[in-house]
């Protein structure tokens, strides 16, 4: 929910009575545990009085005195579906509870979602940090709290246990933390199924905690971006876990961690698979001569195939990347048979040596693989392959990872899975390329004619087709002049319809009463109302049917590159408009980041358009306008047509 920085209005101060009730709100609604050390709390915090004293000086320790509150906006879901609430902020030590009050700054403490159905409440890090108790505990593993840290739930094989908390059942409110720090919660949710009943884990599928909220998110950095501490004030019952959950070796057989993304795309952990890959470092050398090799593979694969005549030169280096090296790299148990057949971490570009796929394109073309060609500004095309080379024809290929999956053609991007001993296969992407039909419907001013020859003058045409019904209309009219047909005649509804008499040039076309016939052309066709259709591309334009396919009116829309200097002289790289086209901007970033080995990111494009759906724009840095394009161009987009490039770098604002 919070991977995007949330929209948040001015800080207001709570009155002590409305924070009280909204402390004791959280405190019943999520059954919370008072801390052991809640004696100490309260020595430190004032109370009342005329109150319970353990129960005020627990609504003080989880919303302090002096507490704001502000109103925010985010969005959450694949859908970008608009989220809205309340974070509530108050002042904390720097780790040690007993740190002065100059020491202790505001920072976001709860954060209140405002459902349809009721309000939900969870604490934050911050929170969790000066009082870890309050919530169920549940643990995992240090590779699965990676992948929670970018933002995915916590799967069951990612739990370490049993036994888990008596209080962690369907729908409770749970904090995450690591096996290593058991005593210090990164993360909190939602558990999804009775963790607690739970007597094993291994095998079983599902979401255990629907993660809400994490150490690292856009909430967290409201806050100062506080690291998280060594250890917390553990109650007796945690210290007694934290000696179990410490005991857990990640080697027993069975244990796997698992997590899942929240954009609905299951990413499973091994655990021991992970940790051992992770131990496992590669040195550059290696990394280089991975690299050659799945080069030589891809190439290798596609002659195998009989692919060669199929390839259009010259390819684009991100082409050639994605298609002939990425999908080939070896498997971690190449480097180390007692490494799992997986992909291994250090297999990056830019943990080569040559940093980019530009130098290592130059690399292969010295070791006599290709032949490429430097274009202006610095782009590097592949002319020719070295189909026949002895490196090539001999080559004996290699089990692939197992979770990589390569298409059987040579310019398909690379994704999905290989069983064992199976031929490398080329998969294409799921989403089917369009075609965007331009159209044109006539004007109010237009239906004279139409009404002459009997046409549908509510109906959509293409260019050519309003052409064809000006013709018919002229022969109808006997309006072309028949000793030379480039003129047509002028009578007084094309007159009316087509002349301005204010203009001098029409002016004399009625004086003469004659014009050329294609002057008058061009000027019916550009008096209809543009308008443009979404077909799929395996459609021909023939088969456009105005209920299924639906003209919207305007312009035919564009993807548009967008270079642009940011901070200083760092080029980054915009491309907005994807959504139409069946281009999934989030599964596009991703691949941008790997071919151009920079990092890239989606986010919601302000003023974006609702109903023609272009809401997210991808962002990478450096100039790639020719890596958009290629993978544009690999996901049938008919680049030429329908895309336009804005450079900005270098330009006076």
């Known amino acids: 929910m919070f991977k995007k920085k949330p929209t948040v209005s001015t800080y207001a101060p709570i009155r002590s009575s409305d924070r009280r009730r909204k402390a004791n709100e959280f405190i019943k609604d999520l059954n919370l545990s008072q801390p ?3 004696s100490q709390a309260a020595a430190e915090t004032p109370t009342s009085t005329d109150e319970a004293p353990n129960a005020n000086a627990f609504a003080n320790l989880i919303l302090p005195d002096g507490s704001t509150s502000a109103k925010f906006t985010t969005y959450e879901g694949p859908n970008l579906t608009d989220v809205s609430g309340t974070l509530y902020s108050g002042s904390q030590p720097d780790g040690d509870q007993k740190a002065s009050s100059k020491a202790r700054h505001q920072r976001p403490l709860w954060v209140e979602i405002d459902r349809k159905s009721q309000k939900q409440y ?3 890090v911050y929170t969790l940090w000066n009082t870890p108790e309050i919530l169920p505990v549940v643990h995992t593993w240090g590779p699965v709290i990676k992948k929670i840290m970018t933002g995915a739930d916590l799967m069951i094989p990612g739990l370490a246990g ?5 209080k962690a059942t369907k729908g409770s409110l749970v904090s995450i933390a690591s096996a290593d720090q058991p005593g210090v919660p990164l993360a909190v949710g939602y558990a999804r199924v009775d963790i607690a009943s739970l007597k094993n884990v291994v095998g079983e599928k599902g979401v255990a905690v629907e993660v809400a909220h994490w150490y690292g998110d856009e909430i967290w950095k409201l806050g100062g971006s506080l690291e998280p501490p060594e250890s917390t004030q553990l109650f007796p019952d ?5 000696a179990g959950v410490q005991g857990m070796s990640l080697s027993q057989e069975g244990e796997t961690g698992e997590t899942q993304a929240d954009t609905t795309e299951n990413s499973t952990a091994e655990v021991p698979d992970a940790d051992r890959l992770a131990a496992h470092q590669l040195d550059t050398k290696e990394i280089d001569k991975a690299f050659k090799t799945a080069a030589i593979y891809g190439i290798y694969n596609a002659r195998a195939n009989n692919q060669i005549s199929s390839i259009e030169f010259p390819l684009s280096s991100s082409t050639f990347m994605t298609s002939f090296v990425l999908p080939f790299l070896p498997p971690a148990s190449q480097f180390d048979r007692n490494l799992p057949r997986h992909s291994h971490p250090s297999l990056q570009v830019k943990k080569t040596s040559w940093k980019g796929a530009n130098k290592f394109l130059k690399a292969l073309e010295k070791d006599g693989l290709l032949r490429i060609k430097t274009r202006g500004g610095g782009e590097v095309v592949i002319l ?3 189909w026949e080379d002895d490196r090539v024809r001999e080559f004996q290929p290699y089990a692939l990872p197992s979770k990589d999956k390569p298409s059987n053609h040579p310019t398909a991007p690379a994704t999905g899975t290989t069983t064992a001993g199976s031929a490398p296969q080329l998969t294409t992407h799921t989403n089917d390329p369009v075609r965007i039909l331009e159209l044109l419907r006539a004007s109010s001013r237009l239906f004279p ?12 045409y293409t260019a050519g087709q309003v052409k064809s019904l000006f013709v018919q209309y002229l022969e109808k ?6 000793k030379n047909k480039r003129l047509v005649n002028i009578n007084p509804i094309i007159a009316n319809v087509l002349l301005d008499t204010s203009k001098r040039e029409d002016a004399q076309i009625l004086s003469t009463s004659s014009a050329k016939r294609e002057d008058l052309t061009n000027r019916f066709v550009a008096a209809h109302n543009p308008y443009y259709a979404v077909m799929p591309r395996s459609l021909p334009p023939s088969e456009f049917n105005p209920k299924v396919h639906k003209p919207k009116s305007g312009k035919p829309p564009r993807i548009t590159i967008q270079l642009e200097t940011r901070t200083g002289k760092k080029v980054v790289t915009r491309v907005w408009g994807l959504e139409v086209f069946n281009v999934d901007p989030v599964a596009l970033s991703e691949e941008l980041s790997k071919v151009c080995a920079s990092s890239s990111s989606t986010s919601p494009r302000e003023g974006a358009s609702q109903k023609d759906g272009n809401k997210l724009e991808v962002l990478v840095q450096g100039s790639q306008e020719q890596a958009v394009r290629g993978l544009l161009e690999k996901r049938g987009v008919e680049v030429q047509k329908v895309v336009e490039v804005v450079n900005k770098v270098g330009k006076k604002k």
């Open 384 to 386: 020719d392959i070295a």
């Open 238 to 242: 945690m210290e007694k876990m934290t």
């Open 477 to 482: 009219e006997n309006l072309i002049n028949q």
């Open 36 to 38: 052991s050390s809640l």
């Open 122 to 124: 969870f604490p934050t």
């Open 162 to 166: 049993p036994p888990f908390p008596e």
């Open 449 to 460: 004619i139409y009404d002459t020859i009997q046409a549908d003058k509510m109906g959509y």
